[in-house]
């Protein structure tokens, strides 16, 4: 039985060959940086000090992360990712379904064509120009926002260093940048959508409101699932260089996350073990969520991601 299931594979892999190679540097890629640097891990439990080695150095058990939970920056920057992400989660989730939803319905393709594409390149924008572009917007002295309000009587707002409009900007420019480019494997999915099931509801009068509910959505459901899985992983993680380049330290109440924390703590403070605790900490809670939200939705839906 073993020497059939070994040459069914033999037999795959040569059926595959070509294609195994083309995935093969993304295997490579994957191994080189992602799963060989989780050797470092083990100077989260260590004194560890550079020049020495990661294999040097005293233990010292949970030290680092009791002394990141008794800190207090602790509650504020795990306060601020949790927020930041679920606001996005909440408002930046459903937004490409729903454009997904509108741009299919559209007849024209030229019109239907420009509005994909205008809509995908904020996605190919630099981080470093999205804030630029925040900035000349918002500024308080010559942002386009503030010359209207003020043309309009009105007094200038200094959003850039008003901690109560960071979440906003922050989480309003990553809607814009993402909605379009997210909405590709949705539009994807809504078009293989067998037509006989829309030509069925139309011959029993059923509006396009309708139709969207009770044919388009269950049809993509087990996509719409999969994705709401891997967004769940990123739930405690935030990207470094825009939380960093739109905060300040006037915004730091609401703008200080992890990863802005890890690099005035650890890289700039030279505490690498301090840091890698806190990075150690943040991959462990988004495992749990992705497993645990896995677990609960294959019970519940029969579809998941493993």
Same mark, same amino acid.
């Given at each position: 039985?073993?020497?059939?299931?070994?040459?069914?594979?033999?037999?795959? &892999?040569?059926?595959?060959?070509?294609?195994?190679?083309?995935?093969?540097?993304?295997?490579?890629?994957?191994?080189?940086?992602?799963?060989?640097?989780?050797?470092?891990?083990?100077?989260?439990?260590?004194? $560890?000090?550079?020049?020495?080695? %990661?294999?040097?150095?005293?233990?010292?058990?949970?030290?680092?992360?009791?002394?990141?939970?008794?800190?207090?920056?602790?509650?504020?920057?795990?306060?601020?990712? #949790?927020?930041?992400? #679920?606001?996005?989660?909440?408002?930046?989730?459903?937004?490409?379904?729903? $454009?997904?939803? #509108?741009?299919?319905?559209?007849?024209?393709?030229? $019109?239907?064509?420009?509005?994909?594409?205008? =809509?995908?390149?904020?996605?190919?924008?630099?981080?470093?120009?999205?804030?630029?572009?925040?900035?000349?917007?918002?500024?308080?002295?010559?942002?386009? &926002?503030?010359?209207?309000?003020?043309?309009?009587?009105?007094?200038?707002?200094?959003?850039?260093?008003?901690?109560?409009?960071?979440?906003?900007?922050?989480?309003?420019?990553?809607?814009?940048?993402?909605?379009?480019?997210? =909405?590709?494997?949705?539009? =994807?999915? %809504?078009? =293989?959508?067998? @037509?006989?099931?829309?030509?069925?509801?139309?011959?029993?009068?059923?509006?396009?409101?309708?139709?969207?509910?009770?044919?388009?959505? @269950?049809? %993509?459901?087990?996509?719409?699932?999969?994705?709401? %899985?891997?967004?769940?992983?990123?739930?405690?993680?935030?990207?470094?260089?825009?939380?960093?380049?739109?905060?300040?330290?006037?915004?730091?109440?609401?703008?200080?996350?992890?990863?802005?924390?890890?690099?005035?703590?650890?890289?700039?403070?030279?505490?690498?073990?301090?840091?890698?605790?806190?990075?150690?900490?943040?991959?462990?809670?988004?495992?749990?969520?992705?497993?645990?939200?896995?677990?609960?939705?294959?019970?519940?839906?029969?579809?998941?991601?493993?």
């Amino acid at each position: 039985m073993k020497s059939t299931g070994v040459k069914k594979h033999i037999k795959l &892999i040569k059926r595959d060959k070509y294609l195994l190679l083309m995935f093969l540097p993304f295997v490579v890629y994957f191994i080189i940086f992602n799963y060989i640097p989780m050797t470092g891990l083990i100077i989260a439990f260590k004194d $560890f000090k550079p020049g020495f080695g %990661i294999y040097h150095g005293d233990w010292v058990g949970f030290r680092w992360f009791i002394q990141f939970f008794e800190s207090i920056f602790a509650y504020r920057i795990i306060r601020n990712t #949790v927020l930041l992400n #679920v606001y996005g989660l909440l408002l930046g989730f459903p937004a490409p379904i729903l $454009f997904a939803l #509108v741009i299919v319905e559209v007849k024209n393709m030229f $019109f239907r064509r420009v509005v994909q594409t205008a =809509s995908y390149l904020p996605h190919f924008i630099s981080t470093v120009v999205i804030v630029g572009l925040i900035t000349n917007l918002f500024s308080v002295r010559n942002g386009t &926002i503030n010359n209207f309000i003020a043309n309009m009587g009105g007094a200038r707002i200094d959003f850039l260093h008003d901690p109560n409009y960071f979440r906003a900007l922050f989480v309003g420019s990553g809607i814009w940048q993402g909605f379009g480019f997210g =909405s590709i494997l949705y539009i =994807s999915a %809504i078009t =293989s959508i067998n @037509p006989e099931l829309y030509e069925a509801a139309k011959m029993d009068g059923i509006n396009k409101f309708r139709e969207v509910i009770y044919i388009t959505l @269950p049809s %993509i459901s087990h996509t719409i699932i999969i994705l709401f %899985i891997l967004s769940l992983g990123g739930i405690m993680s935030i990207g470094f260089e825009k939380a960093f380049l739109l905060g300040n330290a006037a915004t730091w109440e609401t703008a200080d996350v992890i990863s802005t924390y890890v690099y005035r703590a650890g890289i700039s403070g030279g505490a690498y073990s301090f840091a890698t605790a806190i990075g150690f900490f943040n991959s462990l809670i988004n495992f749990t969520l992705v497993y645990t939200a896995n677990r609960i939705i294959r019970k519940t839906t029969q579809t998941s991601l493993w």
